[in-house]
């Protein structure tokens, strides 16, 4: 069991828009704006897509972006690809221990 | 290009130590922390603390304490992740991951390790 709460799959069709939701507490995402989110394809090594809520690392597309309101972060992609069918976690700094806590993963499938 | 690249498999004995190394490329060693992070089969990703490559400082959590020790060695731009007493649940892929530049050094890893799996058997 993850210490923070994602949906365990989402879908969506080519070109369509989809949010994956990462809810914790205010111990973590509540209460600090260190929130991150990953991509990984199977089999692959993580790649970072969003850090510190909404920044976004260069080379990263803006079809990515990152949100927060109260204890839950958001990861919205727009104008969905093939090549966004991958696994999504969330990283978020927490005033307990470990400082450091992670999502369950959600899997985005494309229609 | 950064890369980071863990060294291979082990396979150990209930109560013994593994040390696996994390090797730095294409960026300056000492500008980011490493953080180290596993994922036992079946769970989900766990940290396990981080360390500064410049100062060689180190933080923990409370239920690696005593048991983790994370180290560099600036010479080759490598970390280190030692684990000792190790027991079967400590069976997992351990990886290691950059901090990303401009970011809060807790989260946010931009490129990790490819995984070095640790299998602990009697």
């Known amino acids: 069991q993850s210490d923070l709460t994602q949906p365990a799959s989402v879908s969506g069709s080519p070109g369509q828009s989809i949010t994956i939701s990462c809810t914790g507490n205010?111990?973590?995402?509540?209460?600090?704006?260190?929130v991150s989110w990953n991509q990984q394809h199977p089999g692959k090594a993580p790649t970072l897509l969003i850090y510190d809520i909404a920044n976004r690392p260069s080379g990263v597309s803006t079809r990515f972006s990152g949100s927060k309101s109260g204890n839950t972060a958001s990861l919205t992609i727009s104008g969905l690809q093939a090549e966004d069918e991958a696994d999504y976690f969330c990283t978020s700094y927490t005033s307990r221990s470990p400082v450091v806590v992670f999502g369950g993963g959600t899997r985005l499938t494309v229609l | 290009q950064v890369h980071l690249v863990q060294s291979g498999a082990e396979v150990k004995k209930p109560g013994a130590s593994v040390k696996v190394s994390c090797k730095a490329s294409g960026y300056t060693f000492s500008a980011n922390y490493v953080h180290w992070v596993r994922r036992a089969p079946g769970q989900g990703l766990e940290w396990m603390g981080r360390?500064?490559?410049?100062?060689?400082?180190?933080n923990y959590p409370q239920k690696f304490q005593g048991r983790v020790t994370m180290t560099r060695d600036m010479t080759t731009s490598t970390a280190y992740m030692e684990l000792s007493g190790l027991r079967s649940d400590d069976t997992a892929i351990y990886y290691c991951?950059?901090?990303?530049?401009?970011?809060?050094?807790?989260?946010?890893?931009?490129?990790w390790g490819q995984g070095t799996l640790v299998t602990v058997s009697s």
């Open positions: 205010s111990s973590d995402i509540g209460g600090y704006n260190y």
């Open positions: 991951a950059r901090a990303v530049p401009g970011g809060s050094t807790w989260t946010g890893f931009d490129f």
């Open positions: 360390i500064n490559p410049n100062s060689g400082s180190t």
